[in-house]
């Protein structure tokens, strides 16, 4: 066990834990943050989605030593409200079904859109691939893509 | 939707006849006045307070399949409010609810009456509380957007201030119910109730649920399918800071509730899934350890080659039929198990005190959950509460409980409360898959084409006789009066099971999903032998004129022809079929009914060098009766294709060894973004009772795919997924 603190939506937290415990658990767990999901574990399907200093990376693999700095921004932080343009679009365009995967999705196309903010269709492919989605909402999420793409101009 | 957000107790008054009058008193802010508000059940489905505010229940699981909302907005439109005056409400487990399950795509149709029938009640009631009090007829009275009027007065009176008034009436029988023209909600694009608490993260699903306290529990399960616990070591596990306890569960009796494992406890998941990792567990296997997908496939092989157990339809001579016929064409079709995949693995939370239970978690049968866990605790069912959360996916697999068991035996054993989580690995190898099945066709055409005989020896690892089911094993198997059934003058259709300790349970359209391939598939076969268009060959063979035809399984008790012509003309009419193929681009069509609707589609595909598919478009047309949801009825037919197609081309369970040999996506791929076609889908206007719709794209997408490729290489693809079939394999 070992003491962490950890920058998550602009708050500093503190944790007591075994220092390989993966970021998502210690949202999940530790920070009683459930926006951050459980999907694989090993980094295969974007679920655990997060922003590490404004990248995503899948949280399930990460472990909690390696964000000591970092900032962390999670689902609950992308905005309260639901009016971070990718939100919104996710919304106006009803993209979920089960909505399990969802927030991974959205942390991933926010984190595309704040890098890149005109992405063409390769780009935007290539970086959604990591994101499943069983219940097969991709059409819509382009759909959101190119809202929130409109959205943020 | 508006979010109420006043704090509220209820106190429960004995009501009149069934309209419970439940009252509610808002508990003010400390400092301010605010009055109270009394908040009145008029019926189990709707709550409407006095201060105005109207709560419409949802009464069965979410599982992304949309009741959430669809449910509440057949209320809300006999109930005469507008949407956004209301908020919906999970139920926990209701008995006066009726069945809460998810299942048979059959939310929508078995629960329409009863939904429109709460609402226009309820209504009825407000109504005829403001005609008492202005003391006309309630003829002279109206409804509309939550206010009572009186005909030809301008100033109403809204629900709120009629309710306290309207519950002390009797409830109406036989109130009249709304013409589809008249329909305000219903048809409309309403978006999931939940989109706003889902993009902001808000804890909605059963994995999200742990009440602090409790244990996570994470079970070693036998790696070979029904091995029992001999010993185990749990030294090192234990040695794992946060670890609490390491406890061994014993078989349930029956084969759909738990296995035999060992579960490790701990404060947080990472140390229970780290002690899991740990720990040393023997296990005796009695059967099965040598069972794989080349012995299952060696068994259905030989039952196909034979007499089928079963003789399921057997119309005219079809011996006598080939011996005569100029064509006959031979195929044999297989598909694999596929495994749920719901992307939020098992989980399910319980608290097993001395004389009560609480229970949460994800599960399509909360309905029968509370008489599960008292049947296993002795506790009565009234002392059970179960709260309903949603659920990431379900596709069948959660219809089965076997990981709710877990979490009660648990909670007993430990008297402590218990959340059981299953990793994606477990998910994957400790699934009840859709059964894998081979498929022997024999067609005959006679000197016009005309398809004059089919037989079809079919054998499967049923999921009926896999569960011990007194029920035929052919059920949802294969389906006797599906089409070409009744059209075809000789007809045979013959079914065996097969035993495996693989387990086997519903998948997504269960039965349909392997039927669908293999009969949309073959008719394409006769139509080129027949040197005829695949789809006028459907059409013939349907016939001009609009028939009933008997349909004994779920969807029945009969299909229409009619409907059945019609999505097949209009898909083929929409999706551009009688334009020639262009060198990119290649259509391969499918039309289906099950549980009640009618689908027809048309796919294009365009190859790669190396001859795989690439999906460019979808075209669907469904006739599935009233349309509730606009938005979610399209979100479920866009998933269906795109689920089927995933199966089509990448699912298939391996066993060798008696185990499920993939861990993981990333041996058991999904399809991805980049993957999915453009998709179009025409929903046909219609005022014909509502189908569910949560299942009926899947089963065709396979077959359209498949005649596409055939339509594009000549090559026929009669085993499935499409990764591993020889095809595929020899190029890549
Ligand atoms: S849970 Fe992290 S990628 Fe799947
Ligand atoms: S909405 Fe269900 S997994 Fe994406």
Redesign the pocket.
């Known amino acids: 066990m070992a003491r962490f603190t950890l920058n998550i939506n602009g708050k500093q937290r503190q944790v007591d834990v075994d220092p390989e415990m993966p970021l ?1 658990w210690v949202l999940r767990d530790e920070l009683d943050m459930k926006g951050t ?12 989605t997060v922003h590490l200093n404004g990248a995503a990376i ?4 990460l472990p909690v030593s390696a964000t000591v700095g970092a900032q962390i921004t999670t689902i609950e932080g992308l905005s309260e409200d639901g009016s971070h343009p990718v939100q919104q679009a996710w919304m106006e365009v009803d993209v979920p079904q089960c909505g399990y995967c969802q927030a991974g999705q959205i942390m991933t196309a926010s984190a595309l859109l704040a890098n890149n903010p005109k992405p063409n269709e390769e780009e935007v492919a290539a970086v959604m691939s990591g994101n499943l989605c069983r219940c097969g909402t991709y059409p819509r999420i382009k759909k959101a893509i190119d809202r929130a793409i409109e959205l943020s101009r | 939707m508006t979010t109420h957000i006043n704090r509220r107790k209820f106190i429960r008054v004995s009501g009149l006849s069934s309209a419970g009058l439940l009252l509610a008193f808002h508990l003010p802010g400390k400092n301010t006045q605010e009055s109270v508000a009394e908040e009145v059940e008029l019926n189990a489905y709707l709550k409407i307070s006095t201060d105005g505010h109207i709560q419409i229940v949802a009464k069965n699981p979410e599982i992304g399949q949309g009741v959430k909302t669809s449910l509440p907005m057949i209320i809300a439109e006999e109930l005469e409010v507008d949407w956004d005056q209301i908020e919906v409400v999970q139920a926990g487990a209701d008995s006066r609810l009726g069945a809460q399950f998810a299942g048979g795509s059959m939310s929508v149709k078995t629960n329409w009456d009863a939904l429109r029938n709460a609402g226009a009640t309820a209504k009825a009631m407000l109504i005829q509380a403001a005609a008492n009090e202005w003391k006309v007829s309630n003829a002279d009275c109206y409804a509309s957007a939550g206010v009572v009027y009186r005909k030809g007065k301008k100033k109403g009176k809204p629900y709120g201030d009629l309710v306290v008034a309207a519950a002390k009436l009797e409830v109406p029988k036989d109130v009249p119910l709304k013409a589809p023209a008249d329909y305000k909600i219903l048809g409309k694009s309403i978006p999931g109730v939940d989109n706003l608490a889902l993009v902001t993260g808000k804890p909605l699903f059963g994995l999200d649920a742990r009440p602090s306290g409790a244990l996570i529990a994470v079970l070693q399960r036998s790696p070979v399918f029904g091995g029992v616990v001999e010993s185990f070591d749990a030294t090192a596990a234990l040695q794992v800071p946060g670890v609490v306890e390491v406890v061994e569960v014993k078989a349930s009796a029956s084969k759909m509730q738990n296995r035999s494992s060992v579960a490790v406890l701990a404060k947080n998941t990472w140390s229970a899934m780290k002690g899991r990792s740990l720990l040393q567990v023997k296990w005796k296997v009695e059967e099965g350890q040598e069972e794989s997908n080349r012995r299952i496939r060696s068994e259905l092989d030989k039952l196909t080659n034979q007499k089928g157990e079963i003789e399921l339809r057997n119309d005219g001579n079809v011996e006598e039929a080939f011996a005569n016929a100029p064509t006959v064409l031979e195929a044999t079709y297989e598909v694999p198990f596929l495994y749920h995949a719901t992307l939020e693995p098992q989980n399910y939370f319980a608290d097993v005190k001395e004389d009560s239970i609480y229970l949460s978690g994800s599960t399509q049968v909360p309905g029968g959950i509370p008489g599960l866990a008292s049947r296993i605790t002795g506790i009565p069912v009234d002392k059970i509460t179960l709260d309903q959360n949603r659920n990431g996916g379900g596709f069948g697999r959660r219809l089965t409980a076997d990981y709710a068991v877990e979490a009660i035996v648990l909670s007993q054993q430990l008297k402590q409360p218990v959340q059981v989580v299953w990793t994606r690995e477990d998910d994957i190898h400790h699934d009840f898959y859709r059964p894998a099945g081979m498929y022997k066709f024999k067609g005959a055409l006679d000197e016009n084409g005309k398809l004059r005989a089919w037989h079809l020896r079919s054998a499967t690892t049923s999921r009926y006789l896999y569960r011990g089911s007194t029920e035929s094993p052919h059920t949802t198997e294969v389906f006797p009066d599906g089409f070409p059934a009744g059209f075809v003058p000789n007809f045979k259709m013959e079914y065996s099971p097969v035993a495996t300790t693989v387990p086997t349970g519903a998948w997504r359209a269960p039965g349909h999903n392997a039927t669908c391939f293999i009969d949309q598939s073959f008719l394409d076969e006769l139509a080129h032998a027949a040197d005829k268009d695949p789809v006028k060959f459907r059409l013939e063979l349907l016939g001009n004129e609009d028939k009933t035809m008997p349909y004994a399984d779920h969807g029945g008790p009969n299909y229409s022809t009619k409907r059945l012509r019609r999505v097949i003309e209009e898909a083929a009419d929409w999706g551009g079929w009688w334009a020639p193929p262009t060198r990119f681009r290649h259509r391969g069509f499918a039309a289906h009914f099950m549980f009640g609707a009618y689908v027809a589609q048309v796919v294009e595909i365009q190859l790669d060098e190396k001859n795989w598919p690439i999906v460019k478009h979808v075209y669907a047309v469904v006739d599935c009766g009233i349309l509730i949801n606009k938005s979610g009825a399209l979100a479920q037919l866009e998933g269906g294709i795109i689920d089927g197609l995933s199966a089509a081309l990448y699912g298939g369970v391996k066993i060798r060894e008696g185990r499920t040999k993939q861990d993981n996506f990333d041996t058991y791929p999904l399809l991805r973004y980049q993957e999915a076609p453009r998709i179009d889908i025409q929903i046909l206007k219609s005022t014909e009772r509502p189908e569910g719709l949560g299942e009926m794209t899947l089963p065709l997408i396979s077959a359209a795919l498949c005649n596409a490729i055939f339509a594009a290489t000549g090559e026929r693809i009669r085993s499935l997924p499409l990764k591993d079939n020889e095809l595929y394999r020899k190029s890549s």
């Open positions: 998502l999901k459980f999907g694989c574990g090993k980094a295969l399907c974007g679920a655990c899948r949280s399930c693999v």
